[in-house]
């Protein structure tokens, strides 16, 4: 992620200490003297300048509008005001600002800047908001104390969990705000997503809570469960499908393996042995149909994934159900219909801004962490007889949003912006990328109608993730 920080202070110094490899540092301020004497310290700056931060020349010169983080760290608020103003007319969305004098807040909140006030907790505040803008800590005045505040994301794994499970020596769930209503938690309370949890505990309790809600963790599959289900169909290319699955068991920490078969093979056994030495792997001989018994295994089995071959139910079976969405919505855990196109070296979302596409796209950006891998999200816009005079906002929105989700996980978001038909113009795109993934919303369909999911699952010529649950 590429910050530009104007001013080089004592607090850019404690932040600079604290950034990673991760970030890609632009320092400005108007003494060559105070730049100098971090060139030779070991801090990852790509850029140093000499020049006025509060000049629009300046701030052009370095090209603004091109970072994802503005910070105005200078110990004048005009100066700093000035700065932050033109970054925002810029149009950079992430903007923070030192103030100085606590009058001057006011000012700073009228053009929607976040705004910290000079104390010897500075450092700590940028850094948090750096790390995850969902998470705002703020140190109390009085005593050696700190209030968090964090937003809960559909992936933590503390989800449905009681709000008993939130309290620890050092810090103490006190408040949630459920759809703008303040609710103070008793301990038998679920968590939801979506909830905003009000934490009241000691001071650096940060790192601890966000370990404790794996805030910056890998969650797929291991958010689902650590191992990974593999439907042998029999007269199918085992072969493929296993490859494809330990592609993704080998990267994304699955602890084991069971591959469902109809009879026994000896052969398949000694295939996935050759593949790992520190996944436990076994096979399992099934009477009947594979996919009649993943229901069950994948509920039992602390299963994170499903992987299957592509299928079609008979038509008369087809008309009533999707048969690949049902399967989705039976488990326990998403379900992964392989048609052997890894590496995963570009994953694609269709987005529409749902809560579920929410959820595809949080597992892809997870995914892409632990793969290494590129994520676009295709928005496509219907026909104005269909979504009426309001597509073009919907479409600016549903980008936003997405926007929104991936700059948390700190990597780049390519947009893919169509208008037509969703399932031919995703299945058009879909053919350059090696994964669609997917979040389910429904299993039903009308008699007859098309299931836009389950079309695009038969039909996208890449493997499809479906994240139903």
Not at 315 to 321: I, L, N, P, R, Y
Request: contains cysteine; charged residues 25%; glycine residues 4%.
């Amino acid at each position: 992620m590429k910050v530009l920080i104007c001013g080089v202070g004592k607090i850019t110094r404690h932040l600079l200490r604290r950034l990673g490899e991760n970030w890609r540092v632009t320092l400005v301020d108007k003494s060559e003297e105070r730049l100098n004497q971090l060139v030779t310290a070991d801090y990852n700056i790509e850029r140093m300048s000499v020049g006025d931060v509060s000049s629009p020349v300046t701030l052009d010169e370095i090209g603004v509008a091109n970072f994802d983080y503005v910070l105005a760290l200078t110990d004048n608020d005009k100066v700093n005001l000035a700065t932050a103003s033109y970054a925002k007319a810029q149009g950079v969305v992430h903007v923070l600002a030192l103030v100085n004098e606590h009058e001057n807040k006011e000012k700073f909140e009228e053009i929607q800047v976040r705004s910290i006030l000079g104390s010897t907790m500075l450092a700590r505040n940028i850094f948090h908001y750096l790390q995850d803008p969902r998470i705002n800590v703020t140190p109390l005045t009085f005593g050696p104390s700190e209030v968090m505040e964090v937003d809960v994301a559909h992936h933590f794994r503390m989800v449905g969990k009681r709000a008993s499970t939130l309290i620890d020596k050092d810090w103490k769930v006190v408040a949630v705000f459920r759809k703008k209503e303040l609710i103070f938690p008793e301990p038998d309370m679920a968590i939801e997503a979506d909830d905003r949890l009000v934490i009241v505990g000691r001071p650096d309790i940060f790192r601890p809570i966000c370990d404790l809600l794996e805030c910056g963790h890998p969650h797929f599959p291991l958010a689902y469960g650590q191992g990974l289900i593999l439907a042998l169909a029999p007269d199918q290319n085992h072969e493929a499908l296993i490859r494809e699955s330990m592609h993704l068991a080998q990267n994304t920490k699955v602890k084991h393996l069971i591959a469902l078969c109809s009879k026994e093979e000896s052969s398949i056994q000694k295939e996935l042995n050759s593949w790992s030495q520190t996944i436990d792997i076994r096979t399992e001989k099934v009477e009947g149909d594979v996919f009649d018994h993943l229901q069950e295994s994948s509920a039992i089995g602390n299963c994170g994934l499903v992987v299957v071959h592509p299928f079609e139910a008979s038509f008369f079976k087809s008309m009533a159900k999707p048969t690949l969405v049902s399967l989705a919505h039976s488990l326990s855990c998403p379900l992964l219909v392989a048609r052997n196109t890894q590496p995963y070296e570009r994953i694609l979302v269709p987005f529409n801004g749902t809560p579920k596409a929410e959820l595809g796209l949080e597992v892809a950006v997870d995914l892409a962490r632990q793969l290494e891998s590129d994520v676009a999200i295709v928005v496509v816009e219907q026909a104005d007889f269909i979504t009426g005079s309001e597509a073009k906002d919907w479409v600016k929105s549903t980008v936003e949003r997405a926007r929104e989700i991936v700059h948390i996980h700190k990597i780049e978001l390519k947009e893919i912006v169509r208008k037509g038909n969703p399932v031919k113009e995703i299945v058009d795109v879909a053919k350059d990328f090696n994964l669609l993934v997917m979040g389910s919303m429904t299993k039903e369909k009308a008699l007859f109608a098309p299931h836009v999911g389950e079309l695009l699952a038969q039909e996208v010529p890449c493997s499809v993730l479906i994240v139903a649950n």
